[in-house]
């Protein structure tokens, strides 16, 4: 590995923010010091550039390009707004599209972010050729890291019935069904868990409703354990109305899958066994 190779993947990687969901992001400010240009105003030129590069590929620019402006100190009690983008890969690869080629750091993260971008492509498609188990399997391992960070959340929020506050969402995302609503209507066993008889539709409309959840009651600083169950049931609701408005499958008419997740994670290891 050259040099040149090893600068390309640690100057990068170094300044990569990974949020509370997992998801990977670069902040502008920082991007703008790593590719070298001196003014912001400049910078913000290649931003722009980038972001008609998004709409004309026919992406959602707002998914890319999340706006995090924050007020800066500029001393006697004095602030100013300090513009700010939270970007994605795919936006980061775009910018490198738009700077400067006569950048010697351009053109490392042209091949960078090219690169990556096309990794993370292979990564969904390699999802979409999976079985219908092994989805279940993937979502329901990413609906449980939701639910635990939810719980944290909740938890500051002043939440001490999580039984209460769960059940809110569930009642916006069912139309009024608790947990135990959900789980005799697929006629599971006492005490067996809901999330490990869902297929991977389901599972993916609860873990939407999970992070919004989440988001809303960060983005809002919603205290007290009333409010953050009004706030949980107006995401579920407002979940389930985009899945109606879309021309999706309400979750309570999706099928139960035959087998639970417990199932088929015995099922794996007794074929490693095996082998």
């Excluded at 936006?91 to 972010?113: H, M, S, W």
Aim: glycine content about 6%.
């Amino acid at each position: 590995m050259t040099n040149l190779t090893k600068y390309n993947e640690s100057i990068f990687e170094s300044i990569k923010h990974i949020d509370e969901y997992g998801n990977e992001y670069w902040k502008a400010r920082e991007l703008q010091k790593v590719l070298e240009y001196k003014e912001w105003r400049k910078f913000e030129g290649v931003i722009e550039k980038a972001k008609q590069s998004c709409d004309n590929s026919g992406f959602t620019q707002s998914f890319h390009f999340v706006e995090a402006d924050k007020m800066s100190s500029i001393g006697k009690g004095s602030k100013r707004k300090t513009v700010d983008y939270k970007l994605s890969r795919y936006a980061c690869y775009l910018i490198v599209q738009n700077g400067d080629p006569r950048k010697e750091v351009i053109a490392l993260g042209q091949t960078y972010f090219a690169v990556q971008t096309r990794k993370q492509e292979l990564t969904e498609l390699e999802y979409e050729n999976l079985s219908e188990d092994e989805k279940r399997l993937y979502q329901r391992s990413r609906v449980r890291k939701g639910n635990y960070t939810l719980n944290i959340t909740a938890r500051k929020a002043g939440v001490k019935s999580f039984d209460k506050f769960h059940n809110a969402g569930y009642k916006g995302l069912y139309n009024g069904e608790t947990a135990d609503d959900i789980a005799k209507r697929k006629n599971l066993r006492y005490r067996e868990e809901i999330l490990d008889n869902m297929g991977s539709d389901e599972l993916a409309a609860n873990l939407f409703r999970i992070s919004l959840a989440n988001q809303k009651l960060n983005n809002e600083k919603i205290k007290g354990e009333k409010n953050s169950c009004d706030a949980h049931f107006e995401v579920g609701k407002a979940v389930r109305d985009t899945i109606d408005k879309v021309g999706g499958t309400l979750p309570e008419s999706l099928p139960t899958p035959e087998k639970s997740i417990k199932e088929l994670v015995k099922e794996e290891k007794t074929k490693l066994i095996e082998k």
